[in-house]
Nanobody
Framework: VQLVESGGGSVQTGGSLRLSCAAS??????????MGWFRQPPGKGREGVGV???????MYTDSVKGRFAISYDCTKNTLVLQMNTLKPEDTAMHYC????????????????WGQGTQVTVS
């Protein structure tokens, strides 16, 4: 499985960014997958942003609820994170991750990770 993120960059407070994660070798069905976005702010540990599982069920960390939206196109094998109303505290390296189906939460062991894409909000 290979995951490649894109779409990061620098934006002003209140702006928007759309991150994409192209997955290859990740064979899933609409009802059976688990993917997530995580981020690591400067000098801090990695934290979960949002996860999405089979049938499109999503979960978000409290700080991004109402501002971020995660989606997964099974036909294109692409995970997307739409980020709106960005704040300086959203500045971080953002990573996508994939796991086999089953329990899909921030505590899930994700064996597959992308290389990350930087988001900077000023």
């Amino acid at each position: 499985v290979q995951l490649v993120e894109s779409g990061g960059g620098s934006v002003q407070t209140g702006g928007s960014l759309r991150l994409s994660c192209a997955a290859s070798g990740y064979t899933v069905t609409y009802s059976s997958y688990c993917m997530g976005w995580f981020r690591q702010p400067p000098g801090k540990g990695r934290e979960g942003v949002g996860v999405i599982k089979g049938f499109g069920s999503t979960m978000y960390t409290d700080s991004v609820k109402g501002r971020f939206a995660i989606s997964y196109d099974c036909t294109k094998n692409t995970l997307v994170l739409q980020m709106n109303t960005l704040k300086p505290e959203d500045t971080a390296m953002h990573y996508c991750a994939a796991a086999s189906s089953g329990l899909c939460t921030f505590a899930t062991r994700f064996p597959y990770w992308g290389q990350g894409t930087q988001v900077t909000v000023s």
